[in-house]
């Protein structure tokens, strides 16, 4: 409270105004509006500051074409409102029901002026504190022991008014376009600025630079009025529907793989952009050349001395001359705001785009800030989705939760079941949750034992990239062993190169789960949480150390992981073997069979029948399992029946032996993936 | 118990070994001679062998032959090789030359001819064994064909040798082996007596004995003194094998009585080594004589059955009570020997027949299990996929079957709210559709909205938390089912009783009465613990309740309220507190604060004083009140009085009791000891599950009805009241007075197991490979496709590989199977091909 009494208070210290807040967020964009809907909802003293006059302006903008290729779905078939941000990818999190994006857009691929409308509403609904027409242009920190990190951060914006805050939340997005500077690029239209009316196109021939969804959908605008389009990248395409990931190129673009596979012209190249030249004729064509070239050339000589690459190989492929070359890179970090003393770098090899962070998404640098958003990518590039609204929303209140307990003694909140609700809780989860779902082996549920194994505490959402640290960060104790919770893609099934439409490509057998490849939930199970170095020597590809064991859900058509045979049963026994007990239902009748034949009794029956709570059963019910020979029926025991006593555990075991039954799942019938 | 029998199998094998008087050299199997003369000449004095000559093999001799060698093993063992003799075709010899010979086999003991045998008599290993060691042992074995020359025999042997007696049905069987070979071993100690007459037979056993099985007795003729007499018989109570024979004879070999001086715990006898129980006497230098003979009594009814030894209490510090006077150790690992006072020595022989009859039967099943799972083992090594969980099961088995839940309203989160303000009491089941426990609870709630229908104030509702889990988690629901009643659309309680129907009406009824409910009037009163007010309650025949309050006693009607809203749904609760309170308390004899409780509609009331004003001592002395003396144990009461923690004195009974043991019952129960234990009776008619704990601790139904101690707490023995004694207040009393004294020996225990898994899970990290040793099985994406791996037969991962061509060419090649391909793979059922790679 004491903090509270500054908050907003404009202080003089040193010279310098400025005014404090615990939280300062950078950008009201997606990303910062979800965390300022967080730090609201704790009653935290924080401020976001935009340096547009809305929120949302890289949407204001971009994409260049207005269409989001983020999946907007109307209907899925059920109410449930958890389950349906599945398919939402729009909708930013909280408790308001009308800040669903489908009340905004009925279009499955919305336009990107709806998405600002939608931030817009989200702000001002919410009643968020958005500082607008500030640009932070500094950000540099001030030590000091008493401040939560060590140090204070300082905020300089545009008008040189200072902001001092304990921790730095950095949602600024990614908005810095990527430049590739080789001899000609002068030549080169941007993305940002090329023009986006097909009018301007027609009868041209054109170069794009670039392989991304940007550069697809550019080619999509301008496609059927052009002569024919080249599009030129270091990289082969990776379509999304066979890497898994929804940053590579998504169907909805990719009408140029359609023309250049048919032979209509257009065409795909591979080759480094830094090794390229571009050269200008005198007719205003541009012609590409190697840079190697360039090099020794006699520097006066004019356009004609250049040696062309089809002056010595006659059939190079782009040696017919270009009307307009557009360059379609992608964006990076703005890391020219910081500071030397934050040590804000960038990352190494294909994530030096982004700041480097840590899997807490705390920047490595500098204790206290941490990377939201777009930005904070580097931590599951290229493989879940993180980057996007529909991954970031949950890793942000992941964050959210971290600082809660960090700085506020807030622990990660649980819930503590009885034992014999385990398999339930797992099910209900991997069945409803839509972080888990989105943010596929990045976040995970995490089930803390108690001693004895009769309780257990349910955590959601956790980041696994630290799952070495739980304790620390969440306040909860993890000293009997836990369950980790996962979603995961079969580990073979995701690449650019992979056929994903092979014959039997589908598992149906519970058996056979560990090799299904489509999403599906897998639970890691360790007796003693994993070290710092564990998680260091984990084995490649592997999202989490080798486990005590592991269990594979198998793969659903329907992801309905509900089946009780294919589904439950497999689960069931796995736990109960992590556990060494039974977590089976007994009816009321078997539980007083064995209060008065065993010493102990079952877990279901300890926490339900000896709490009178048991479960009577309709007639039918117990008819029915009478049938299957789970229960014995004994009004119609014949009274003489020279039965010795069962020698071990109980009759239902022995009738289990006894019985033929019946009917045998059939798992099988499930296997429909592959028609 | 299966590694001590490994260790008396080796004993015996070494024994064999010893026995044999040739040590044998040379190759194992038959032997091949290429002439009469080098076999002839090669023979040893005093080395038997059996010989068969062969021109060339004919035809019909082939099985003769290949059981001749399959013995050849079998033989040597007793220093017996088999020989096959070449006969060249010029050889006209006693042995090559006559035809007939070519059908027989020899017998030679050096080179002296012991016997021939037709080959039709060695028709397996058992004959050939058999015969042959019968032939050599004519000394030993003595056969007889009447009563009076076994009775000859007996008489030469009195006092000097021990003999044993067998009957077989015929020679060259599988019996007749065991006995020769165990006269092999043991002919030089005992005398053996071979007979194959039934007649002798049924002149040597009591009983009518079955004449087609073999029968073993051992007669101790050693110890037989008085000539008149015949010798003591113990027959060997199994069926006879080489092992059987063996043991029996270790124990009719080992002393009658052992002395012992040594802590009983470190005592071992053969009969522990051979898995039976040894019967200590316990002596004092005072009785030893008599003790002594006690004991020889006693072993002589026990042999073969347990060992006796006698413990001299003087030499050894035993803690145990000074009248114990026997003792059991069992062969058991980690069974404490058990110290009983014992009446007479029939009371130790029926303990050491029924223990080990209870044992023999489990042996038996447990062999039987053994063999059943090992036919699973073939078949199927994991039924894994089978449910096992009755309620699950039984609730996909009634998916199908419509429920009609008309009656119950469906709410969402749309119409939540305003429906429950419709009705005075809603009545929310929270559940999720896919959960077993909760569509088991919606189906008794089906029942339970059709016993309400009509009933005024009341509605019936349920949430799919599958659908709504924000409504779910914001009426605070983490587990399901919950059924929640709604007061008004505010405040609810949450039901926290049985899932059962009646459990269920009977709570939402209640519920419509506030509880406590106050009552205005003494007239009120009177009704209310007559139970005819409230009319909402008319029909339900509970125990009233009524706490009566001066207006000084604030603080007890507070903490009375309280228990109240604790109780609410499970108590009909009622309070008065007017002026006139003290007429009420009166009447019945009580100073305010106090309860009135009003049993079976208020034909008497009790009176209770309130000493206690904390809400929770009151909600337990509301509960503690409400249990009944002596109640009929039913499967929904039965927590109630479990949480008691005592342990049960227990009447099953076939129906309803008798007048007689409900008296003697319910004076026992209100008696002195009352606090010590539960008393009460289970109708097997009623709770027929009671057959199944009766099952669990006879190995017999005992007859009804039966009177059993049960210590659920503690120990978990069970102890039967005598049969043979009436049930009686005294009887009873007496023998409850035994039992704390120890003197009672427990008829089952209940078991000690933990609640394992029942099944193994999928072993999907093995099944995985650890990742360092298959770097193939994760390439970095967008690396070159990998190389197969070397296929691996039988495994998982040689299925994975699998070229999908394999099957997809099988499948078109078998006809019949053609149609699946208009059913898009939906119903592929093939085990094999689970998924195919085709990188």
Redesign the interface.
């Known amino acids: 409270l004491g903090l509270a009494l500054y908050a907003g208070s404009l202080c003089a210290v040193s010279g310098a105004p400025f005014v404090y807040h615990d939280y300062c967020v950078i950008g009201a964009g997606p990303a910062g509006l979800q965390a300022a809907y967080f730090l609201q909802q704790a009653g935290r003293d924080y401020v976001v500051f935009e340096r547009s006059h809305a929120p949302g302006s890289f949407f204001a903008l971009y994409p260049r074409h207005r269409k989001l290729i983020s999946i907007n779905k109307q209907y899925t078939g059920k109410s449930n409102s958890e389950f349906n941000l599945r398919h939402d990818w729009n909708s930013l999190l909280s408790h308001d029901r009308r800040l669903v994006f489908r009340h905004y857009s009925r279009d499955f691929f919305p336009n990107a002026d709806t998405m600002v409308r939608y931030l817009e509403d989200f702000a001002s609904l919410l009643k968020l504190r958005v500082q607008y027409n500030t640009a932070i242009i500094h950000v540099t920190l001030e030590k000091n022991e008493q401040a939560w990190n060590g140090h204070y951060f300082l905020l300089t914006d545009q008008d040189r008014k200072n902001y001092k805050c304990s921790s730095l939340l950095v949602a600024a997005g990614m908005w810095v376009p990527n430049v590739v500077n080789f001899p000609g690029s002068e030549y080169v239209e941007g993305y940002e600025t090329v023009s986006i009316n097909p009018e301007d196109f027609a009868g041209q021939t054109v170069l794009i630079l670039g392989r991304g969804n940007s550069a697809f959908e550019t080619a999509e605008n301008i496609l059927g009025v052009t002569n024919f389009i080249h599009m030129v990248s270091r990289s082969r395409v990776r379509l999304s529907w066979a890497t898994h990931y929804v940053g590579d190129l998504r169907a909805i673009n990719n009408g140029l793989l359609d023309t250049y596979q048919l032979k209509s012209l257009d065409g795909l190249l591979e080759g480094d952009l830094e090794d390229l030249a571009i050269v200008k004729d005198k007719k205003g064509k541009l012609h590409i050349t190697l840079r190697f070239y360039l090099e020794n050339r006699n520097i006066s000589a004019g356009i004609d001395s250049i040696t062309l690459p089809q002056d010595e190989l006659d059939n190079f492929a782009t040696r017919a001359p270009y009307d307009r070359v557009i360059r379609c890179l992608g964006w990076k970090f703005d890391f020219s705001i910081y500071n030397r003393s934050l040590r804000m770098m960038p990352g190494k090899g294909n994530i030096k785009k982004y700041p480097q962070i840590k899997p807490s998404y705390e920047s490595k640098g500098t204790r206290g800030l941490f990377v939201l958003g777009t930005a904070s990518h580097s931590v599951d590039f290229r493989k879940s989705a993180g980057g996007f609204i529909h991954g970031f929303r949950y890793t942000t209140r992941a964050v959210h939760r971290l600082l809660e307990n960090r700085h506020h003694g807030v622990p990660w909140p649980s819930t503590v079941y009885p034992m014999t609700q385990l398999t339930n809780s797992i099910i209900k989860r991997v069945n409803e949750a839509s972080g888990l779902y989105q943010m596929f082996s990045v976040l995970a549920d995490i089930i803390l034992l108690r001693e004895n194994a009769t309780a257990f505490e349910y955590l959601e959402e956790y980041p696994i990239g630290v799952l070495a640290e739980l304790e620390m960060q969440t306040g909860r104790k993890a000293r009997n062993g836990l369950f980790v919770i996962v979603m995961e893609y079969g580990r073979n099934f995701s690449g650019a190169d992979k056929d994903v439409f092979y014959y039997n490509r589908a598992v149906g057998e519970a058996q056979h789960a560990w090799q299904s490849n489509f999403l599906h939930p897998v639970i890691y199970y360790y007796k003693h949480l994993p070290t710092e170095h564990e998680m260091k020597l984990r084995p490649p590809d592997w999202p989490l150390p080798r486990p005590d064991a592991i269990h594979h859900i198998v793969e659903d058509f329907l992801t309905d992981w509900t089946a009780p045979n294919a589904h439950i049963l497999p689960l069931r026994r796995f736990l109960e073997n992590c556990l060494s007990t039974d977590l089976r239902n007994f009816f009321a009748e078997s539980c007083f069979l064995f209060a008065f034949t065993h010493q102990k009794l079952p877990p279901f029956c300890q926490q339900g029948y000896l709490r009178m709570q048991g479960l009577v059963g309709s007639q039918e019910l117990r008819h029915h399992a009478v049938q299957a020979g789970l229960l014995q029926d004994y009004t119609q025991t014949d009274f003489l029946g020279d039965r010795p006593p069962d020698s071990h555990d109980g009759s239902q075991e022995q009738l289990m032996r006894d019985h033929e039954i019946p009917v045998r799942p059939l798992q099988h019938l499930v296997n429909a993936k592959d028609e | 118990m299966s590694a001590q029998k490994d260790s008396w199998v080796s004993s015996l094998l070494f024994l064999l070994f010893c026995a044999s008087s040739i040590p044998w050299s040379g190759c194992v199997g038959l032997q091949q001679e290429p002439s009469p003369q080098h076999y002839f000449s090669g023979l040893g004095a005093g080395k038997a062998s059996l010989a068969f000559f062969t021109p060339s093999v004919s035809p019909g001799a082939q099985p003769f032959l290949e059981q001749i060698e399959s013995s050849a093993e079998a033989l040597q063992d007793y220093g017996i090789s088999v020989v096959k003799v070449n006969c060249p075709k010029e050889d006209v010899s006693r042995y090559c030359g006559k035809e007939n010979a070519l059908r027989k086999a020899f017998l030679f003991r050096g080179n002296r001819l012991i016997r021939e045998f037709p080959t039709d008599a060695l028709f397996d290993v058992n004959s050939i064994v058999a015969n042959v060691l019968f032939a050599l042992l004519f000394n030993e074995v003595k056969y007889v064909e009447t009563l009076a020359d076994l009775e000859n025999i007996e008489n030469v042997l009195k006092g000097k040798s021990n003999m044993v007696f067998a009957y077989v049905p015929a020679t060259g069987t599988a019996e007749h082996r065991a006995v020769m070979e165990a006269a092999f071993v043991y002919g030089t100690i005992h005398q053996f007596v071979l007979t194959t007459e039934a007649a002798l037979l049924k002149a040597t056993s009591h009983d009518d004995p079955n004449v087609s099985s073999a029968w073993l007795l051992f007669c101790h003729c050693q110890r037989a003194t008085d000539p008149a007499q015949p010798c003591r018989r113990t027959a060997l109570g199994q069926p006879l094998t080489l092992l059987s024979i063996h043991r029996h004879l270790k124990l009719m070999g080992a002393p009658l009585v052992t002395e012992v001086a040594e802590d009983p715990e470190k005592v071992s006898t053969v009969h522990l080594q051979l898995g039976l129980p040894l019967v200590f006497i316990l002596s004092q230098k005072e009785t030893y004589e008599a003790d002594r003979r006690t004991a020889e009594f006693v072993a002589w009814q026990l042999l073969g059955k347990a060992g006796v030894a006698l413990l001299s209490r003087d030499l050894v510090n035993l803690n145990v009570l000074h009248r114990s006077n026997v003792a059991l150790k069992t062969p058991d690992e980690g069974m404490p020997i058990q110290y009983l006072v014992l009446e007479d020595t029939d009371e130790v022989i029926t303990l050491v027949e029924d223990r080990n009859k209870?044992k023999q039967?489990?042996e038996d099943?447990?062999q039987e299990?053994e063999e059943?799972e090992e036919d699973e083992d073939e078949k199927d090594n994991?039924n894994?996929?089978?449910?096992?969980?009755?309620?699950?099961?039984?609730?996909?088995?009634?998916k199908k079957?419509e429920l009609p839940l008309e009656q119950i309203l469906v709410l969402?989160?749309e119409n939540f709210h305003s429906s429950l303000s419709e009705a005075a009491r809603t009545v929310v089941l929270f559940y999720?559709s896919?959960?077993?426990?909760s569509l088991?609870?919606l189906?008794?709630y089906s029942?339970v909205a059709a016993q309400l229908k009509g009933t005024p104030g009341v509605l019936l509702s349920r949430v799919n938390c599958?659908?709504?889990?924000?409504l779910c988690s914001q009426e605070n629901v983490?587990?399901?089912p919950t059924i929640k009643i709604y007061k008004e659309g505010r405040q609810s309680v949450t039901y926290?009783?049985?899932?059962?129907?009646e459990?269920l009406s009977s709570f939402i009824l209640l519920s419509r009465v506030s509880c406590p409910l106050k009552l205005a009037t003494m007239d009120e009163a009177e009704r209310y613990l007559r139970g005819e007010f409230p009319s909402e309650l008319s029909s339900h025949h509970h125990t009233s309740l009524l706490g009566v309050f001066s207006t000084a006693t604030g603080g007890a009607r507070e903490a009375f309220e309280e228990a109240g809203n604790i109780l609410s749904g499970h108590v009909r609760m009622g309070m008065y507190f007017e002026d006139d309170a003290s007429a009420l308390s009166q009447k019945y004899s009580v100073s305010p604060p106090a309860l009135l409780l009003a049993r079976s509609g208020g034909r008497s009331v009790e009176g209770i004083a309130l000493s206690k004003h904390s809400v929770q001592d009151m909600v337990q002395m509301i509960r503690d009140e409400l249990l009944d003396i002596f109640p009929e144990i039913t499967?929904?009461n039965?927590?109630?009085y479990?949480?008691l923690r005592k342990p049960f004195l227990i009447l099953f009974s076939a129906g309803d009791i008798s007048q007689m043991e409900s008296e003697e019952m319910l004076k026992l129960a209100k008696g002195r000891a009352q606090q010590a234990f539960v008393a009460c009776w289970l109708n097997l008619k009623k709770?027929?599950?009671?057959?199944?704990?009766l099952?669990?601790?006879?190995?017999?139904?005992p007859s009804l009805p039966v009177l059993l101690w049960?210590n659920?707490h503690a120990g978990?023995q069970v102890f039967k009241f005598p049969p043979e004694q009436s049930i009686t207040e005294m009887n009873i009393l007496s023998w409850l007075e035994k039992l704390q004294a120890g003197l009672e020996i427990p008829s089952?225990t209940?078991?000690?197991?933990?609640?394992?898994?029942?099944?193994?899970?999928?072993?999907?990290?093995q099944?995985?490979e650890?990742?360092?040793l298959s770097p193939h099985?994760?390439?970095?994406?967008?690396d070159t496709?990998v190389p197969h791996p070397p296929k691996r037969p039988g495994g998982?991962t040689a299925t994975?590989e699998e070229p999908?061509q394999e099957?997809?060419a099988e499948e078109v090649g078998s006809p019949g199977r053609d149609l699946r391909g208009t059913a898009?793979?939906?119903?592929?059922?093939d085990?094999q091909?689970?998924?195919?790679?085709?990188l």
């Open positions: 209870v039967i489990q099943e447990q299990e059943e994991n894994q996929d089978i449910q096992d969980d009755q309620v699950v099961e039984a609730v996909s088995r009634d079957r969402t989160e999720a896919w959960e077993a426990v088991a609870v189906r008794s029942e599958w659908d709504w889990p924000g983490t587990q399901f926290d009783g049985m899932w059962g129907t459990e499967v929904p039965l927590p109630q479990l949480q709770t027929p599950v009671g057959h199944g704990i099952k669990k601790y006879f190995s017999t139904t049960v659920l978990g089952s209940l078991s000690e197991e933990d609640w394992k898994p029942p099944l193994p899970a999928y072993d999907f990290l099944m995985m650890p990742p360092e099985t994760s390439p970095h994406p967008g496709p998982d994975r999908s099957s997809t898009p793979r939906l119903a592929a059922r085990k091909g689970k998924r195919h790679s085709e």
